[in-house]
């Protein structure tokens, strides 16, 4: 049974889809730990399941990397298989992702390499591309760059905002992502075969 931490920020609405998925006697993963950069409302879907959570408060810390140690060691306790960021809003320093890559995973509601970044969706609108998307990635140094495991278009329609985008996108999200972590827990998906793999160049 593979054993996975999810770091989020937000509402959670992924974290929540997987939590039902691994609830699934079938489901060959289970989520042990949520952690979270601030009082997410997420951490409301972990309650309702009766899964752990740890905060470790971004403002409550001087520099990244201390902010990520500390994070690095909440980790830690749980030894997880992989860890998944899930709305996470925070870069991780380095040596955070260099401790847990390629068992580390990234969500993101963009067609990678398009969108990187923390508005995905609003520069996605902002372009005026008729499709965006969704992608599962590896973690790597850089933002959003990872190799990906997993992406599907969505298209953009007349009058969307950045939320009726984003809540069109956020299905797709949930199902590769819990696609991803189920190929990953069978062994269908080998995550460091798949980050030996040179990511596309970026436009
Ligand atoms: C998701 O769409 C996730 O891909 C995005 O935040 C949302 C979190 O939603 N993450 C990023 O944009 C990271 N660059 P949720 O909290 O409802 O799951």
Known sequence: MLTVAVLISGTGSNLRALLDAASHPDFPARVVVVGADREAAG?????????????????HFDSREEWGAELA???????????????????????????????????HPAYLPEFPGAHGVRD???????????????????????????????PVLPGDTEHTLHERIKPVERRLLIDVVRRVATGE???????AVPPEPTR
């Open 43 to 59: 951490f409301a879907h972990a309650e309702t399941f009766g899964i752990p959570t740890f905060l470790v408060p971004w403002s």
């Open 73 to 107: 060691a909440q980790l830690r306790v749980w030894t997880p298989d992989l860890v998944v960021l899930s709305g996470l809003m925070r870069l991780l320093p380095a040596d955070v992702v260099h401790e847990w890559a390629p068992n580390l995973i990234n969500t």
């Open 124 to 154: 996605a609108l902002a372009a005026g591309v008729a499709e965006t998307g969704a992608s599962v990635i590896v973690v790597d140094d850089g933002v959003d760059t990872g190799p990906i495991l997993a992406r599907e278009r969505v």
């Open 189 to 195: 998906l080998d995550l460091a075969a798949a980050a």
